[in-house]
């Protein structure tokens, strides 16, 4: 069910309203007065977004020092309407020149009212897309003096753009030179045992896509997943080839995806928004490629002394290396002296984590690095608990690798100029929650 909001209310950190918006008559002009007597007045401000006060819902959000508050008299989608709220205050900014506050209101309060004649009708979220609204809201808000101004464009068929299908990308685009800039960006996210057994493991990964092409292109992109592939290569009448297919979990996709042709035919489908956006979200919990594996080894050698040795072996191919890779490992609060031994790196004792810091700026594949440590640590009688022992954190970034196999076949580009599109891939590995217990 959509948000069907009855108001909405601008308030400052005191309660004074700056805007309100009324668009249904089914509840009172009192409803800001019982958010500010229940709510403001209260320590329960932070406690909780959403509250039910008199037969009404409040949904509430603090932006800097405005808080924005949805007036709701029957049952709604929470999630919508905190949407709504979030690419209302993206709107607001792109007019602002990227600032939002009491004082951004009370300069541009007109051009307030105007967009939230806009953006919401009889309470049910409408358009919010700055570059829609930008076409036929040609005022311009009074902009913070730190802003940059933006790059004045021309505006075709606006009508057009507001009533047609696609909604995220205007007509008439002309580039010197076209390009398809395609990042698939991957978290790894570990936990191992001190006995090297995998607790859990699992990958977050986005396709980012940078579009610079004339005209209306319509792109289609194939990856290795193993349902697309079974899809193909049902509608083509031929065998499925063979090399690694993944499984992808929990995809999400940018909504100028043609989902009824993925449904039908598994194939990502779409014509792209103009410059910088996210494709697609995934994730994936079956065969995993680490691309380090951690061996730690620490002796307590009595009360005020301890032996660390790790070592760190990357899995990935030796022509390919990773940057920035930083070992964190903890040591007890009563670390009083350490010295340390490292192939490759430096490393220094971090009193403000309790951790050995270990760094190592590009570490190529096939390597295995050790660090050995000795740490003298100060004797307490009071502190008589044991030693928790912390897992070790890893923070990395490994280019051209993906954790989950995930590989892009292709990179269709068509229009109907015929225009040559030249396409860029990179991929890139990074840390999520990568821990190793010891």
């Not at 959403?50 to 603090?62: A, D, H, K």
Request: aromatic fraction near 10%; charge should be positive.
């Amino acid at each position: 069910m959509p948000v069907a909001a009855s108001a909405i209310y601008f308030l400052n950190l005191r309660g004074d309203v700056l805007i309100n918006r009324l668009y249904r008559d089914d509840v009172g002009g009192n409803m800001v007065d019982a958010f500010r007597t229940h709510i403001m007045q209260t320590k329960e401000l932070g406690t909780c977004p959403v509250r039910q006060i008199g037969g009404c819902s409040f949904f509430y959000m603090r932006i800097n020092n405005v808080y924005i508050v949805i007036v709701v008299s029957s049952n709604a989608n929470v999630a919508c309407a905190f949407k709504f709220v979030v690419e209302a205050v993206s709107l607001f900014k792109s007019y602002f020149g990227g600032a939002f506050d009491e004082d951004a209101i009370r300069n541009n309060f007109v051009l307030i009212y105007e967009l939230l004649d806009e953006i919401m009708d009889f309470g049910y979220p409408q358009n919010l897309s700055p570059e829609i609204l930008k076409l036929y809201i040609t005022q311009e808000g009074v902009r913070s003096p730190f802003s940059s101004k933006p790059s004045e464009r021309p505006v075709p068929n606006a009508t057009l753009q507001v009533t047609g299908a696609v909604g995220w990308r205007r007509e008439g685009l002309v580039y010197k030179k076209n390009e398809v800039f395609l990042d698939i960006v991957e978290s790894v996210n570990l936990l191992m045992s001190s006995k090297g057994v995998v607790l859990r493991c699992d990958v977050t990964g986005k396709i980012l896509m940078k579009c610079f092409l004339s005209g209306m292109p319509d792109l289609k992109l194939g990856l290795n997943d193993k349902i697309g592939l079974e899809k193909e290569s049902q509608l083509k009448s031929r065998p499925t080839k063979s090399g690694k297919t993944i499984e992808l979990d929990d995809v999400t996709f940018h909504q100028c995806v043609n989902l009824t042709r993925f449904n039908s035919e598994k194939t990502v489908s779409f014509v792209p928004p103009d410059g910088e956006f996210e494709l697609m979200k995934y994730r994936i919990t079956e065969g995993v490629n680490l691309p380090f594996k951690v061996l730690p080894t620490i002796k307590e050698l009595g009360r005020t002394r301890m032996e660390v040795n790790v070592k760190v072996k990357s899995v990935f191919g030796a022509k390919m290396f990773a940057l920035g890779v930083v070992v964190k490992i903890p040591v007890p609060k009563q670390t009083a002296k350490t010295s340390f031994t490292v192939t490759s790196g430096r490393a220094k004792y971090n009193a403000a984590i309790d951790c050995l810091v270990w760094k190592i700026r590009k570490f190529p594949g096939q390597t295995e690095p050790t660090l050995s440590a000795e740490v003298e640590l100060i004797s307490t009688m009071t502190d008589k608990k044991s030693w928790t022992r912390p897992p070790i954190q890893m923070e990395f970034q490994v280019p051209m690798f993906t954790a989950s196999g995930l590989r892009v076949r292709f990179l269709k580009v068509w229009e109907k100029s015929g225009y040559n599109t030249v396409e860029w891939v990179r991929y890139i590995t990074k840390a999520g929650s990568y821990e190793i217990r010891c």
